[in-house]
């Protein structure tokens, strides 16, 4: 009887033994490491290597500056909603432009209120050259390393891609223009609609004219052409007012973002958007993070997922953002109408952005005399 008793008893020590390596507790004394995979083409998350037992983010804060309307629900359903069940933490949204959020960048630069920071091309490029917004890190973002080149924008992540071109009638003009030089052809005499100055299309209008003149960095060549070719019947940022005189057949031809021409051909309007032979000035939206954030590792999750399929698709879909991602796949009708692929991407133009603002200010100043006047 105790010889039976003391096998059941080494039988059930055996079976808790046995059950205990199983569920990989403290209790096994060899734990079976976790197998190696290569890296999927796109991340949505970082790999189980690189996190931690439970949930990196549990009881933290991320804080987010971006823009609000369609940006910031596209960025709730894509980039909050996987984020927060990811990591475990919160997202606080602080909504609006660029100018508040990089103003914010500097004078808070030792104890940042902002964990990521969304700005435009310039704005980035600057804080890279400032030293306030930490390196880009490819390994803790993944998805880093499918950007095209254009969109590793200093130490910021490229997140958007757009295109200024030229958005043309289709009701006043039989054959697409080829060159920005088109806008000065007597044929589109008193039907050219340029961009107010100062603005980001307005300076890439006069960059590229003065391109195709033979001289991208003679804008004063540009401003005279310009000159020459007047009336213009609406000079203007404003885009329902452009959209309504394109509608009403009183411009033909005008700089504009890619994204914008196919809005305005959706609500029926007769334009279409065309790549200058010289090329079309590059805009992008960034993402960035602060010197001295606190959350690097969460804000750096966060940003992978924003450059993931799910997102950049959204953005395409909504928007006419062109991913930045060269991994995504758009379907064929979305891909043809924004920034899509090596094609398109070889079309773009990096405008010198920092000769650019040390300028704008004299162009606008000749802008006003040359061409208001």
């Known amino acids: 009887m105790k010889k039976r008793m003391s096998r059941l008893a080494a039988l059930s020590l055996g079976v808790a033994m046995l059950l205990t390596a199983c569920s990989g507790g403290q209790g096994s004394a060899t734990p079976t490491p976790a197998p190696v995979s290569e890296p999927p083409q796109q991340s949505e998350a970082p790999t189980p290597s690189q996190a931690p037992a439970g949930k990196i983010g549990e009881g933290r804060t991320l804080v987010v500056g971006v823009w609000g309307a369609e940006q910031e629900t596209l960025v709730r359903e894509h980039v909050v909603k996987p984020f927060e ?21 500097y004078a808070e630069v030792d104890n940042p209120s902002m964990d990521v920071v969304y700005l435009n091309m310039a704005q980035t490029e600057q804080a890279t050259r400032d030293g306030v917004i930490l390196p880009a890190d490819p390994e803790g973002v993944a998805n880093y390393n499918n950007l095209y080149d254009i969109a590793k924008c200093g130490d910021g992540y490229g997140v958007a891609l757009m295109a200024t071109g030229l958005m043309y009638n289709t009701d006043l003009m039989d054959t697409a223009p080829t060159s920005w030089a088109d806008v000065l052809s007597d044929d589109y005499k008193g039907l050219v609609c340029p961009y107010t100055m100062p603005s980001s299309q307005g300076n890439a209008f006069l960059v590229m004219l003065a391109t195709a003149l033979g001289d991208s960095k003679n804008v004063d060549a540009a401003l005279e052409a310009l000159a020459a070719a007047k009336p213009f019947p609406l000079i203007t ?29 959706n609500e029926g309007i007769p334009v279409e958007f065309v790549y200058p032979e010289e090329g079309a000035a590059l805009s ?4 960035v993070i602060p010197k001295n954030s606190a959350n690097a590792d969460l804000a750096k999750i966060f940003i992978n997922y924003h450059l993931a399929q799910a997102c950049q698709e959204a953005y395409a879909e909504v928007l006419y953002y062109g991913p930045t991602n060269s991994a995504v796949t758009l379907p064929d009708e979305l891909a043809s109408a924004v920034v899509y692929g090596e094609d398109d991407v070889a079309k773009l133009v990096a405008l010198d952005n920092e000769w650019v603002s040390a300028n704008e200010a004299s162009w606008t100043e000749k802008w006003n005399t040359m061409i208001l006047d």
Not at 90 to 99: D, R
């Open 85 to 105: 069940e990811e990591t475990g933490a919160k997202v606080e949204l602080i909504l609006g432009g660029t100018g508040d959020r990089y103003s914010k960048l």
């Open 237 to 265: 940022e404003g885009i329902p007012e452009r959209n309504q005189a394109f509608l009403d057949n009183e411009v033909a031809i005008g700089p504009q973002i890619n994204g914008y021409v196919y809005s305005a051909k």
């Open 284 to 287: 992008m939206n960034c993402a």
